[in-house]
């Protein structure tokens, strides 16, 4: 399997996606000649890390721990294979590890307090608690029965091992962890192959995962219920319709399509196990494309394309570089955080990832709110009142989101930093679905803004647009040649009917004619 940090490294996207596609991890665990690494004394695989939720074991049920309502963490088909030319020895044993982050201290230890082992030096075997060559644990006392610790070893010309297949049921919510360790440093050029299965109550999605399916549930809800409004006054108004509102009816329906292939997706994935990648790819595809296409629509309003200018002139140009690069940074993010692994483990290599899409979207809002200041500038000084009120409006919805994306961003890293072992992993599900929420509600503070109505018009782009906008009970008269040059310059103040005692019904003579 190749790493993502030479992925990262090599920056192309185009193998990315060739990996993604070759590759399909999920709470089934594949090891596919996985080679150990060395961690202090020892030599380690990371076999997993996801969160369980605890189920009461069956006394009827088969060893298998099929049953639906059944929590469990189940190995098989695990093989340990050397070269050949290694074969000419018996080897300590090879270990499989399993216990929760509760339970960490209880691996490894050190003599006279010193360096923390995860092997049993020398030292230690000669303090009597433990044997040379054996890695280091004591039983729990809160959880009786764990770390749960199984091996096997290599025989004299034996090339392979396997370990037994076993479920290990689980009876206490907890962040769970496998590893695959041995001491032997004669025996650094051994690979793993096989696969375990991790299972929850309710099905296969890991524990931080679970909550998400119902949400998208409810968020594929929310969507239908804003394109029925929406939509509703679209075909009601559609001879107004204006451009700006064609780009929010793409936003609401790549929205739908998100939140439709996100459900789909966990759904699929708690049922078998394994994650759909082709609709994992499509759910990450069309959420990328809405918060791009969303970003450059609030971008070209902030500018005040169709409102008070009619292109965006040298700009567009601009402005879609900066959308294609968003799209490819957060594209990329997306598929390394979505496809592939989904262990309850969150590795360094996705800062890589994270910094250019921060970067863009801090330009992104630096952009955005110097156009709309320069934008509401012009609307005031060409007094356009109706458009003034939308924008200023939108101004306070906007800067109200990005005070709540900054506070949000502020306790996601609080979050992320205070949980080095992932143990407020049933929470985690509260950070993504957040983003998801705001996104839909700036959406729908954009459509009540600008939702199709038999005034649309008045907040497009015209030459002489002026006249929706102004106060209606202030008109200017057309200066006559008949009249002395000192009275043509005054502007005369209209009586609006229904605001004056004169509207009773009686035609008004037009004094000036």
Known sequence: ???????????????????LFQTTEASVHDYNGEKFVSKGNAFVVHGGSEGIYSSVPNLTESPSYSSNTDSFIRFEKIVFRRPKELSNFSSDPIHAIVFEVDDRELIGGSAYGGQRAICCTADLAKLGVCTQGQIIHRPSASNPGWPKVFSASFSTDEVDVALQSRSIPITKTGMYNVYFIHCEPNLKEITVEGKTIWKNPTGYL??????????????????????????????????????????????????????????FDYAEFNETGVRPTGTTVWAVTFGTVKRTVARLV???????????????????????????TFFLASEVLELVENVGAVSDFS?????????????????????????????????????????LDIYRKFTNALAVTVIVSVGWTCYELYFKSTDVYNEQWRNAWIIPAFWQVLSLSLLCIICVLWAP???????AYSDDGEEFDKD???????????????????????PTLGNSELSNGDDVEDKTE
């Open 298 to 324: 609030i971008l070209i309003v902030s500018m005040g394309y169709g409102v008070v200018r009619p292109t965006l002139g040298g700009l567009t140009s601009k402005v879609l570089l900066l959308g294609g």
């Open 472 to 494: 209606p009970t202030l008109t200017l008269i057309k200066p006559s040649p008949l009249l002395p040059k000192d009275v043509r310059s005054q502007p005369e103040v209209r």
């Open 206 to 263: 890991p524990g931080r995962m679970a909550p998400l399916m119902n949400f998208y549930g409810y968020m594929s809800l929310a969507f239908v219920l804003l394109g029925i409004f929406w939509f509703s006054q679209y075909a009601k108004f559609w001879r107004e319709v204006i451009p700006l509102q064609n780009c929010i009816t793409l936003v609401i329906t790549l929205g739908m399509l998100e939140m439709a292939f996100w459900y």
């Open 453 to 459: 109505s038999q005034n649309s018009m008045r907040y």
């Open 347 to 387: 590795g360094k290599a996705r800062l890589f990832f994270v910094l250019p899409v921060a970067f863009l979207d801090a330009f992104f809002i630096l952009w955005i709110f110097t156009s709309l200041s320069a934008t509401v500038n012009k609307l005031q000084a060409r007094r356009l009142l109706a458009k």
């Open 1 to 19: 399997m190749l790493s993502l940090k030479s992925i990262g490294a090599s920056g192309v996207l185009f193998l990315l996606w060739l990996w």
